[in-house]
Each structure stands twice: as C-alpha cells, then as structure tokens.
C-alpha cells in the first residue's frame, strides 16, 4: 500500500528537479496480484520500491562517466566494482558491465523460466542493505516444496505520457505456486543480466531489493503476478 505522506515527499522532489533544471531520479513501483486456482483475485497491492544497491549505483556512475572499475577486490563505499549473486566481485579494470546484444536474454527481460535473473521473489525479511548483492532467500524455480514455478519475464511496454512528461517502461512476471504447500513471499528484486568486465556471459547483478509491507501468500495452485513500473519525470527538458 501506497503511503500518502512518503508520496507528497517524492511529489515534492519532483516539483524541485523541475525548478532546479536537474533530471529527476527513476521511480519504481511495485504490482502485486494473486489469483487462487480458480482464477480469483484474492490479493492486490501497490508498494513503492526505493531500495536501490550500490551494483545500481556503480552500474549509473560508470555507464554515464566511463567511469573503469578500479582495479580492487572490494565492495564498498569509496570502490568502483560491482558483486554478482554468486559472490564474485567485478574490479578489473574495465567497464563494469553492458548488455550485448542479445535483447531477448539480457538486461532485465528473461526469456527463460530460470530464476537467475529478471524479476525474482524470495522468502527473507532481513531489512534492506545497499550491500544486497542477491535476494536473502531467493525462491528457487520449480514444483518441489517451497519453490514457484517461474514463467518467462513478459516483454517490456515503454510509454511516455504527455500530460505528466513521464517516461515508463513496465516489465512483469508470472510465478506458479505448483508445490504442495503455501509460500509466503517476502521480497523482490530486479536482476540484470549481462557481461562483466573480463568478458564472461550471464553476469547477474541485483540492482533493487525490496521488502515487502505486506508479505503475499501464494497459495496452492495460485499465480503471482509481479509488475515493476520503472518511470523517470522529463519535465525538466520537455
């Protein structure tokens, strides 16, 4: 649920980029539906998700500057790297990561049902660090216990409205509950995938983990379907 005061904050922050002439920061809100078996929605929420990682951070700096990594095996304040959810951490000294050209399987859009990237679910409640480099307890994608059934990320619709001079680009993902039991999901989080800096295909890096307020049952037999709407103000320039 949408909170009004924390809404009128970000409003405001709008309204000053404006005056000030300076772009304002993307937003991302969160779409959360549950339909039990026989199709019913049983569940409907909108959450705001502000919880962007230092990969996010680092990834901005470097694509806008050029920015190279800086050589080291940190990840930290003060360190130009990048952490993959295994671990590994990007610091050689290169771009931190890019896309290539595989549309279909790169960035945020994932063609196939794995978990790896794209929009991904766990079950943890840790409070959100910007040091997040995976989910806490990321869903595995299947039918046994505990796991959901992940189907291909959809593909992203891009509009920009003139009236409010907001660009949106929306991206979902439909997740089965195809298990014996409930699952309760208590996080999501954006995965991008790409190529790190030494060349090495399928890079996952989490760029936002959120922790929801409230948490989604997914019952036996139900579908989740999650919405990210990404929208940055243009109306500073336009």
């Not at 500057?65 to 990840?75: P, Y």
């Not at 995938?193 to 997914?218: I, M, N, Q």
Request: with cysteine; proline share 3%.
């Amino acid at each position: 649920m949408l909170n009004p005061i924390e809404e009128a904050k970000f409003k405001k922050l709008r309204d000053d980029c404006r005056v000030l002439g300076v772009p304002s920061p993307p937003e991302i809100h969160i779409g959360l539906k549950v339909r039990d078996r026989n199709g019913v929605l049983t569940f409907d929420d909108k959450q705001r998700g502000h919880s962007f990682t230092r990969n996010f951070y680092n990834f901005t700096m470097s694509q806008l500057t050029e920015i190279d990594c800086d050589g080291q095996t940190l990840f930290a304040a003060g360190y130009m790297s990048g952490k993959r959810t295994g671990g590994t951490i990007d610091g050689v000294a290169a771009k931190l990561w890019y896309r290539g050209n595989d549309i279909l399987a790169a960035g945020y859009h994932n063609n196939t049902t794995t978990a790896a990237y794209g929009i991904v679910v766990g079950t943890g409640s840790t409070a959100f660090s910007a040091e997040d480099f995976d989910l806490v307890a990321a869903i595995a994608a299947g039918t046994g216990a505990g796991q959901l059934s992940h189907v291909a990320m959809e593909l992203p619709t891009s509009a920009y409205v003139a009236g409010t001079k907001v660009w949106t680009n929306t991206i979902a993902r439909l997740f089965n509950n195809n298990s014996s039991g409930a699952i309760t999901v208590a996080e999501t989080g954006l995965m991008w995938k790409g190529y790190g800096p030494t060349g090495a295909a399928d890079v996952g890096h989490l760029f936002e983990r959120s922790v929801l307020s409230p948490t989604v049952e997914v019952g036996i037999g139900a579908q989740l379907t999650v919405t990210y709407d990404i929208s940055m103000d243009f109306s500073a320039i336009d």
